[in-house]
Protein backbone atom coordinates (compact mmCIF):
# COMPACT_ATOMS: atom_id res chain seq x y z
CA UNK A 1 0.00 0.00 0.00
CA UNK A 2 0.83 3.48 -0.81
CA UNK A 3 1.98 5.84 2.39
CA UNK A 4 0.48 8.58 2.21
CA UNK A 5 1.64 12.25 3.12
CA UNK A 6 -0.61 15.37 3.97
CA UNK A 7 0.62 18.61 2.58
CA UNK A 8 -0.85 21.39 4.72
CA UNK A 9 -0.54 24.38 2.97
CA UNK A 10 -0.78 22.48 -0.40
CA UNK A 11 -2.49 24.73 -2.55
CA UNK A 12 0.16 27.18 -2.81
CA UNK A 13 3.31 27.83 -4.65
CA UNK A 14 5.67 25.45 -3.23
CA UNK A 15 3.08 23.14 -1.90
CA UNK A 16 1.36 22.82 -5.19
CA UNK A 17 4.80 21.50 -6.76
CA UNK A 18 5.74 19.58 -3.62
CA UNK A 19 2.09 17.36 -4.32
CA UNK A 20 3.36 16.83 -7.64
CA UNK A 21 6.44 15.76 -7.14
CA UNK A 22 5.16 13.44 -4.27
CA UNK A 23 2.41 12.08 -6.83
CA UNK A 24 5.12 10.98 -9.06
CA UNK A 25 7.07 9.62 -6.93
CA UNK A 26 4.30 6.81 -5.95
CA UNK A 27 3.13 8.71 -2.87
CA UNK A 28 -0.96 9.37 -1.72
CA UNK A 29 -0.77 12.91 -1.43
CA UNK A 30 -3.54 14.69 0.59
CA UNK A 31 -3.75 18.14 0.47
CA UNK A 32 -5.18 20.57 2.95
CA UNK A 33 -4.93 24.63 2.61
CA UNK A 34 -7.26 27.57 4.19
CA UNK A 35 -7.55 29.46 0.75
CA UNK A 36 -6.22 32.52 2.90
CA UNK A 37 -3.63 33.14 0.67
CA UNK A 38 -4.61 31.47 -2.93
CA UNK A 39 -7.26 30.47 -4.88
CA UNK A 40 -7.89 26.87 -6.90
CA UNK A 41 -5.77 27.27 -9.68
CA UNK A 42 -2.74 25.79 -8.61
CA UNK A 43 -4.22 22.38 -7.16
CA UNK A 44 -6.52 22.42 -10.36
CA UNK A 45 -3.12 22.24 -12.34
CA UNK A 46 -2.03 19.97 -10.44
CA UNK A 47 -5.21 17.67 -11.11
CA UNK A 48 -4.16 18.21 -15.13
CA UNK A 49 -0.28 17.83 -14.62
CA UNK A 50 -0.61 14.45 -12.66
CA UNK A 51 -3.86 13.41 -15.04
CA UNK A 52 -5.70 12.67 -11.09
CA UNK A 53 -8.83 14.16 -10.77
CA UNK A 54 -9.17 12.20 -7.20
CA UNK A 55 -6.72 13.79 -4.97
CA UNK A 56 -7.92 14.49 -1.77
CA UNK A 57 -8.90 18.33 -0.84
CA UNK A 58 -9.56 18.81 2.39
CA UNK A 59 -10.18 22.98 3.10
CA UNK A 60 -8.80 23.63 6.76
CA UNK A 61 -7.81 26.02 8.66
CA UNK A 62 -5.07 24.78 10.91
CA UNK A 63 -5.05 27.66 13.73
CA UNK A 64 -8.02 25.41 14.41
CA UNK A 65 -6.92 22.46 16.41
CA UNK A 66 -10.53 20.77 15.40
CA UNK A 67 -9.88 21.39 12.17
CA UNK A 68 -6.66 19.57 12.13
CA UNK A 69 -8.20 17.24 14.22
CA UNK A 70 -10.31 16.78 11.60
CA UNK A 71 -7.37 15.54 9.19
CA UNK A 72 -5.95 13.36 10.76
CA UNK A 73 -8.95 11.55 11.19
CA UNK A 74 -10.11 11.37 7.79
CA UNK A 75 -7.67 8.82 6.91
CA UNK A 76 -4.29 7.37 8.09
CA UNK A 77 -1.52 10.08 7.74
CA UNK A 78 2.59 8.54 7.35
CA UNK A 79 4.10 12.13 7.21
CA UNK A 80 3.22 15.60 6.97
CA UNK A 81 4.72 18.55 5.10
CA UNK A 82 3.89 21.33 7.09
CA UNK A 83 3.50 24.73 4.80
CA UNK A 84 0.75 26.42 6.03
CA UNK A 85 1.62 29.48 7.30
CA UNK A 86 2.04 33.84 5.98
CA UNK A 87 5.30 34.51 4.28
CA UNK A 88 5.22 38.13 3.68
CA UNK A 89 8.30 39.90 5.87
CA UNK A 90 6.95 43.51 5.45
CA UNK A 91 3.30 42.67 6.39
CA UNK A 92 4.64 40.85 9.56
CA UNK A 93 6.79 43.60 10.57
CA UNK A 94 3.46 45.93 10.66
CA UNK A 95 1.18 42.66 11.87
CA UNK A 96 3.52 40.88 14.35
CA UNK A 97 0.24 39.44 16.13
CA UNK A 98 -1.26 37.81 13.12
CA UNK A 99 2.30 36.34 12.30
CA UNK A 100 2.83 35.09 15.93
CA UNK A 101 -0.45 33.54 16.10
CA UNK A 102 -1.10 32.16 12.72
CA UNK A 103 2.22 30.58 12.38
CA UNK A 104 2.82 28.98 15.53
CA UNK A 105 -0.72 27.94 16.52
CA UNK A 106 -0.78 25.90 13.24
CA UNK A 107 2.16 24.61 13.27
CA UNK A 108 1.72 23.13 16.97
CA UNK A 109 -2.22 22.28 16.01
CA UNK A 110 -0.39 20.45 13.00
CA UNK A 111 2.42 18.59 15.56
CA UNK A 112 -0.42 17.84 18.24
CA UNK A 113 -2.70 16.48 16.10
CA UNK A 114 -0.13 14.21 14.13
CA UNK A 115 1.07 12.91 17.39
CA UNK A 116 -2.56 11.60 18.93
CA UNK A 117 -3.16 9.99 15.29
CA UNK A 118 0.31 8.11 15.39
CA UNK A 119 1.99 9.90 12.01
CA UNK A 120 5.62 10.74 13.36
CA UNK A 121 6.95 11.94 10.62
CA UNK A 122 6.82 15.74 10.48
CA UNK A 123 8.83 18.06 8.12
CA UNK A 124 8.78 21.65 8.21
CA UNK A 125 9.41 24.57 5.72
CA UNK A 126 11.94 26.57 6.94
CA UNK A 127 14.14 29.77 5.29
CA UNK A 128 17.47 30.77 4.54
CA UNK A 129 16.25 34.01 6.49
CA UNK A 130 16.93 32.14 9.87
CA UNK A 131 20.55 32.53 9.15
CA UNK A 132 19.79 36.43 9.04
CA UNK A 133 23.22 38.23 7.78
CA UNK A 134 25.70 35.65 8.10
CA UNK A 135 29.12 36.29 9.17
CA UNK A 136 30.68 33.97 5.94
CA UNK A 137 29.52 32.43 2.67
CA UNK A 138 28.00 29.71 1.94
CA UNK A 139 26.41 28.78 4.67
CA UNK A 140 26.40 25.48 6.38
CA UNK A 141 23.51 24.16 8.18
CA UNK A 142 26.00 24.67 11.07
CA UNK A 143 26.59 28.17 10.31
CA UNK A 144 24.60 30.30 13.30
CA UNK A 145 21.21 31.44 13.28
CA UNK A 146 20.83 34.75 13.35
CA UNK A 147 18.73 37.34 14.93
CA UNK A 148 15.73 37.73 12.53
CA UNK A 149 15.17 41.06 10.79
CA UNK A 150 10.82 40.33 11.06
CA UNK A 151 8.05 38.48 12.93
CA UNK A 152 8.20 36.42 10.18
CA UNK A 153 11.92 35.21 10.35
CA UNK A 154 11.37 34.99 14.36
CA UNK A 155 8.00 32.38 13.48
CA UNK A 156 10.72 30.82 11.41
CA UNK A 157 13.51 30.25 14.09
CA UNK A 158 10.71 29.27 16.77
CA UNK A 159 8.80 26.88 14.41
CA UNK A 160 12.29 24.51 13.98
CA UNK A 161 12.78 24.99 17.90
CA UNK A 162 8.96 24.03 18.48
CA UNK A 163 9.34 20.77 15.86
CA UNK A 164 13.20 19.95 17.66
CA UNK A 165 11.91 20.16 21.31
CA UNK A 166 8.87 17.70 20.50
CA UNK A 167 11.23 15.55 18.98
CA UNK A 168 13.62 15.52 21.98
CA UNK A 169 10.26 15.08 24.26
CA UNK A 170 9.65 11.91 22.17
CA UNK A 171 12.51 10.29 22.88
CA UNK A 172 13.19 8.26 19.77
CA UNK A 173 9.79 8.18 18.22
CA UNK A 174 9.05 11.45 16.33
CA UNK A 175 11.03 12.05 13.28
CA UNK A 176 11.32 15.76 12.28
CA UNK A 177 13.10 17.32 9.31
CA UNK A 178 13.54 21.05 8.72
CA UNK A 179 13.90 22.10 5.01
CA UNK A 180 16.08 25.66 5.03
CA UNK A 181 15.09 27.22 1.64
CA UNK A 182 17.07 29.54 -0.58
CA UNK A 183 15.45 31.63 -2.71
CA UNK A 184 12.48 29.70 -4.43
CA UNK A 185 12.01 30.83 -8.17
CA UNK A 186 10.34 29.87 -11.18
CA UNK A 187 7.51 27.55 -12.45
CA UNK A 188 6.21 24.04 -13.32
CA UNK A 189 7.40 23.31 -16.63
CA UNK A 190 3.85 22.46 -18.02
CA UNK A 191 3.23 26.49 -16.56
CA UNK A 192 -0.05 24.94 -15.05
CA UNK A 193 1.51 26.01 -11.52
CA UNK A 194 3.36 28.53 -10.29
CA UNK A 195 3.64 31.75 -7.85
CA UNK A 196 0.46 33.66 -7.68
CA UNK A 197 1.60 36.46 -5.60
CA UNK A 198 -1.34 39.03 -4.29
CA UNK A 199 -1.03 42.46 -5.03
CA UNK A 200 2.14 43.98 -5.54
CA UNK A 201 4.89 41.57 -5.35
CA UNK A 202 7.43 41.68 -2.56
CA UNK A 203 9.91 38.88 -4.66
CA UNK A 204 11.99 39.77 -7.01
CA UNK A 205 11.07 36.94 -9.93
CA UNK A 206 7.36 37.70 -9.82
CA UNK A 207 8.28 41.59 -10.06
CA UNK A 208 10.64 40.99 -12.93
CA UNK A 209 7.72 38.74 -14.85
CA UNK A 210 5.18 41.06 -14.02
CA UNK A 211 7.32 43.67 -15.64
CA UNK A 212 8.35 42.01 -18.43
CA UNK A 213 4.10 41.52 -19.08
CA UNK A 214 3.26 44.87 -18.97
CA UNK A 215 1.64 44.65 -15.54
CA UNK A 216 4.25 46.64 -14.06
CA UNK A 217 5.42 49.76 -15.22
CA UNK A 218 9.12 49.85 -14.18
CA UNK A 219 10.93 47.46 -12.22
CA UNK A 220 13.04 48.71 -9.24
CA UNK A 221 16.34 47.37 -8.14
CA UNK A 222 17.09 47.87 -4.53
CA UNK A 223 20.64 49.01 -3.97
CA UNK A 224 23.87 49.05 -6.03
CA UNK A 225 26.39 50.03 -3.25
CA UNK A 226 26.67 47.05 -1.52
CA UNK A 227 29.91 45.27 -1.31
CA UNK A 228 29.50 42.95 -3.46
CA UNK A 229 31.17 42.58 -6.99
CA UNK A 230 28.11 44.20 -9.59
CA UNK A 231 27.06 46.14 -6.40
CA UNK A 232 23.77 44.34 -6.11
CA UNK A 233 22.95 41.61 -3.42
CA UNK A 234 24.06 38.19 -3.46
CA UNK A 235 20.92 35.21 -3.41
CA UNK A 236 20.91 31.43 -4.00
CA UNK A 237 18.17 31.47 -6.62
CA UNK A 238 16.54 27.80 -6.04
CA UNK A 239 14.35 26.21 -8.98
CA UNK A 240 10.66 25.21 -7.34
CA UNK A 241 11.06 22.01 -8.99
CA UNK A 242 14.28 21.15 -7.46
CA UNK A 243 12.91 22.34 -4.73
CA UNK A 244 9.99 20.34 -4.59
CA UNK A 245 11.71 17.12 -5.19
CA UNK A 246 14.14 17.85 -2.23
CA UNK A 247 10.84 17.68 -0.31
CA UNK A 248 10.56 13.85 -2.03
CA UNK A 249 13.54 12.90 -0.74
CA UNK A 250 13.56 14.02 2.86
CA UNK A 251 10.12 12.20 3.24
CA UNK A 252 11.26 8.80 2.11
CA UNK A 253 14.19 9.28 3.97
CA UNK A 254 11.74 9.55 7.09
CA UNK A 255 10.30 6.93 5.71
CA UNK A 256 12.18 4.50 5.21
CA UNK A 257 13.70 4.62 8.27
CA UNK A 258 16.70 6.20 7.13
CA UNK A 259 17.44 8.89 9.25
CA UNK A 260 20.53 9.45 11.48
CA UNK A 261 18.97 11.74 14.28
CA UNK A 262 15.52 12.64 15.38
CA UNK A 263 15.89 16.03 13.82
CA UNK A 264 17.96 16.96 10.76
CA UNK A 265 18.13 20.16 8.73
CA UNK A 266 19.20 20.29 5.44
CA UNK A 267 20.03 23.43 3.17
CA UNK A 268 17.99 23.43 -0.10
CA UNK A 269 20.19 25.80 -2.66
CA UNK A 270 22.19 25.33 -5.53
CA UNK A 271 25.19 26.73 -3.51
CA UNK A 272 25.88 28.97 -6.66
CA UNK A 273 25.53 32.49 -5.61
CA UNK A 274 24.03 35.32 -8.20
CA UNK A 275 23.59 38.99 -8.20
CA UNK A 276 20.32 40.58 -8.54
CA UNK A 277 21.76 42.10 -11.72
CA UNK A 278 22.86 39.10 -12.90
CA UNK A 279 19.39 37.32 -12.26
CA UNK A 280 17.56 40.38 -14.19
CA UNK A 281 20.11 40.26 -17.52
CA UNK A 282 19.89 36.03 -17.54
CA UNK A 283 15.68 36.35 -18.13
CA UNK A 284 16.34 39.57 -20.24
CA UNK A 285 18.78 37.10 -22.23
CA UNK A 286 15.88 34.37 -22.07
CA UNK A 287 12.67 36.58 -23.30
CA UNK A 288 15.40 38.83 -25.75
CA UNK A 289 13.55 41.96 -24.13
CA UNK A 290 15.35 44.75 -22.19
CA UNK A 291 13.21 45.61 -18.89
CA UNK A 292 12.49 49.28 -17.56
CA UNK A 293 14.25 49.10 -14.65
CA UNK A 294 15.77 51.40 -12.55
CA UNK A 295 18.39 51.39 -9.41
CA UNK A 296 16.73 52.57 -6.21
CA UNK A 297 17.76 52.87 -2.95
CA UNK A 298 18.34 49.66 -0.64
CA UNK A 299 15.55 48.07 0.70
CA UNK A 300 15.29 47.73 4.54
CA UNK A 301 16.09 44.52 5.71
CA UNK A 302 18.01 43.10 3.06
CA UNK A 303 21.00 40.84 3.74
CA UNK A 304 24.10 41.33 1.46
CA UNK A 305 24.85 37.86 0.62
CA UNK A 306 23.87 34.73 1.01
CA UNK A 307 24.14 31.26 -0.50
CA UNK A 308 24.26 27.78 0.95
CA UNK A 309 26.24 24.78 0.68
CA UNK A 310 23.97 21.79 -0.22
CA UNK A 311 26.66 19.52 0.30
CA UNK A 312 24.69 17.77 3.33
CA UNK A 313 21.62 17.57 1.10
CA UNK A 314 23.36 16.33 -1.56
CA UNK A 315 25.09 13.66 0.26
CA UNK A 316 22.35 12.43 2.96
CA UNK A 317 19.25 12.84 0.84
CA UNK A 318 21.00 11.92 -2.27
CA UNK A 319 18.96 15.34 -3.87
CA UNK A 320 21.18 18.46 -6.05
CA UNK A 321 19.85 21.32 -7.88
CA UNK A 322 19.36 20.19 -11.43
CA UNK A 323 17.71 22.69 -13.93
CA UNK A 324 19.26 25.47 -15.43
CA UNK A 325 18.99 29.15 -14.86
CA UNK A 326 17.89 29.13 -18.74
CA UNK A 327 14.89 27.02 -17.69
CA UNK A 328 13.84 28.27 -14.78
CA UNK A 329 13.30 31.75 -16.30
CA UNK A 330 11.87 30.52 -19.17
CA UNK A 331 9.65 28.58 -16.76
CA UNK A 332 8.55 31.96 -14.93
CA UNK A 333 8.12 33.72 -17.57
CA UNK A 334 5.47 30.82 -19.47
CA UNK A 335 3.57 30.88 -16.60
CA UNK A 336 3.44 34.68 -16.16
CA UNK A 337 2.23 34.30 -19.66
CA UNK A 338 -0.45 31.48 -19.01
CA UNK A 339 -1.62 33.86 -16.61
CA UNK A 340 -2.18 36.50 -18.65
CA UNK A 341 -3.98 33.98 -20.91
CA UNK A 342 -1.29 33.97 -23.82
CA UNK A 343 0.05 30.75 -23.75
C1 LIG B 1 12.73 36.83 1.15
C2 LIG B 1 12.72 36.45 2.59
C3 LIG B 1 12.96 34.96 2.73
C4 LIG B 1 11.93 34.21 1.93
C5 LIG B 1 12.01 34.65 0.49
C6 LIG B 1 10.93 33.98 -0.33
C7 LIG B 1 13.82 37.60 4.50
C8 LIG B 1 14.94 38.46 4.93
N1 LIG B 1 13.78 37.25 3.23
O1 LIG B 1 14.06 36.65 0.67
O2 LIG B 1 12.88 34.57 4.06
O3 LIG B 1 12.17 32.83 2.02
O4 LIG B 1 11.82 36.07 0.41
O5 LIG B 1 11.30 33.95 -1.67
O6 LIG B 1 13.00 37.25 5.29
N2 LIG B 1 14.74 42.91 -5.09
C9 LIG B 1 14.80 43.99 -5.95
N3 LIG B 1 13.62 44.45 -6.48
C10 LIG B 1 12.40 43.87 -6.18
C11 LIG B 1 12.38 42.76 -5.31
C12 LIG B 1 13.57 42.31 -4.78
O7 LIG B 1 15.86 44.54 -6.23
O8 LIG B 1 11.38 44.35 -6.69
C13 LIG B 1 16.02 42.38 -4.54
C14 LIG B 1 16.04 42.42 -3.01
O9 LIG B 1 16.52 43.66 -2.58
C15 LIG B 1 16.99 41.26 -2.71
C16 LIG B 1 16.74 40.27 -3.85
O10 LIG B 1 16.12 41.02 -4.89
O11 LIG B 1 18.30 41.71 -2.77
C17 LIG B 1 15.85 39.11 -3.47
O12 LIG B 1 14.68 39.63 -2.87
P1 LIG B 1 13.40 38.72 -2.56
O13 LIG B 1 12.98 38.01 -3.78
O14 LIG B 1 12.39 39.59 -1.89
O15 LIG B 1 13.96 37.62 -1.57
P2 LIG B 1 14.77 37.77 -0.19
O16 LIG B 1 14.56 39.09 0.43
O17 LIG B 1 16.16 37.32 -0.45
Not at 22 to 34: M, T
Not at 43 to 69: L, M, N, Q, W
Not at 73 to 81: C, H, L, N, P
Not at 251 to 269: A, F, P, Q, T
Request: hydrophobic residues 40%; aromatic residues 8%.
Amino acid sequence: MNKTVLVSGGAGFIGSHVTVELIAAGYDVVVADNMSNCDMTCFEGVKKITERDDIPFIEADFCKAGDADMVFSSRKIDAVIHFAAFKAVGESVAKPLMYYKNNLESFMNVIEAALSHGCTNILFSSSATVYGEPDSVPVTEQSPRKQATSPYGNTKKMCEDILQDCVKASKGSLNGILLRYFNPVGAHPSALIGELPRGVPNNLVPFVTQTAIGKREVLSLFGHDYPTPDGTCLRDFIDIVDLAKAHVFAVRRMLDGKMESGCEIYNIGTGHPLSVLEIVEAFEKVIGIKLNRRFVPRREGDVTAIWCDPTLANEKLGWKAERSLEETLASAWAWEKHLAGQC
